[in-house]
């Protein structure tokens, strides 16, 4: 019986094996859909931003070209950019005006008397809110310390005036312990304590809607894991509802440290005269007067742009500052 064996191909004749197909690769169509389509698919939320972005281009950015009349000679009638380049020479002008330098510290006790005044009230007011258990006696103070806000400047200042004339309510309340009227409108060491009075009547109630806002983000739990390990209220407020409110309270306060320099120009227009004009005049109301009643344009453009470049710096540090403190930043 004859057994048939099956001999190996010589070597170098084998068939090379099968080479195996290239994988194509999976284009993920809806993983980043284009500008184009994002645009078509949310259309109706990005129009809400279209007035927005019109009134920051025509309102904030497109009036800072004209800045460059600080470093030109301009001349009403003339051209808006300026007649003749004449360099630092309205800078030089102010940096030795001693008048320039008297309203630059009134601008920095006001700016900072309402900071240190305005910004802190709003929290306690918030934290006070916060521990009241009856909803309409919380609800009446919130409503009575909303008010204000939404009156006008206008009508806040002529309050003011009318509520310290001499004839008015408060020198009445002083007449009856025997003490003379006091003319504040009149005397300049009482502007400061008059407009960061009137400051925080008008915002210390609408302060309070981002921080009770912020307050409704902290969980109960915590709550109950502080009541549980023996904190008091007070304890309670220290340890979880400051902390929760954190970083509210940074970006606010990096907002304000920014508009550190732009005191409030219509209030302090309304309620100073020449007579308190030691104590009142902030660069706001120095730039009016000199730029629009003086019809000194470029020396009031260098000053409202070193008042520009002053901001920038100080919310650009508070930011800074605020990020290597605590870990919370704007950008």
Not at 273 to 301: C, H, M, Q, W
Request: proline share 7%; hydrophobic share 45%.
């Amino acid at each position: 019986m004859s057994t048939s064996t099956t001999s190996a191909p010589p070597p170098g004749t084998q068939d090379p094996p099968p080479a195996r197909a290239a994988p194509r690769r999976r284009t993920r169509k809806g993983a980043r859909p284009g500008w184009r389509r994002t645009l078509r698919r949310d259309w109706q939320l990005y129009s809400l931003a279209v007035l927005p972005l019109l009134f920051f281009l025509v309102f904030r950015y497109l009036p800072m070209i004209g800045n460059v009349i600080a470093f030109r000679r301009f001349e009403p009638g003339g051209s808006i950019f300026g007649e003749q380049w004449v360099g630092l020479r309205y800078v030089r002008m102010f940096l030795t005006d001693p008048t320039f330098w008297q309203v630059f510290r009134n601008t920095l006790w006001l700016g900072g008397l309402t900071l240190v005044f305005c910004f802190p009230i709003p929290i306690v007011l918030a934290l006070l809110l916060n521990e009241v258990r009856r909803r309409s006696l919380k609800r009446f103070v919130q409503s009575v310390s909303y008010l204000p806000h939404f009156l006008s400047i206008v009508i806040v200042a002529g309050i003011t005036m009318q509520m310290l004339a001499t004839d008015g309510p408060v020198n009445h309340a002083l007449g009856w312990f025997g003490h003379e009227p006091i003319r504040f409108i009149q005397e300049p060491e009482w502007f400061r304590t008059i407009y960061v009075g009137s400051e925080i009547w008008q915002t210390a109630g609408w302060g309070t809607i981002l921080y009770l806002a912020a307050l409704t983000t902290i969980h109960e739990d915590l709550y109950e894991a502080a009541r549980i390990d023996g904190a008091n209220r007070w304890q309670q407020i220290w340890h979880v509802t400051l902390p929760g409110i954190r970083p509210t309270m940074i970006t606010l306060l990096i907002l304000n440290i920014g508009t550190f320099m732009a005191v409030g120009f219509e209030k302090v227009l309304l309620l100073y005269n020449p007579l308190t004009y030691p104590k009142a005049d902030v660069i706001s109301t120095y730039v009016y007067r000199t730029g629009v009643e003086s019809n000194s344009f470029s020396y009031a453009a260098a000053i409202g742009l070193f008042e520009a470049v002053i901001g920038l710096v100080l919310i650009f540090s508070a930011n800074q500052l605020s990020r290597r403190t605590v870990g919370t930043s704007l950008w």
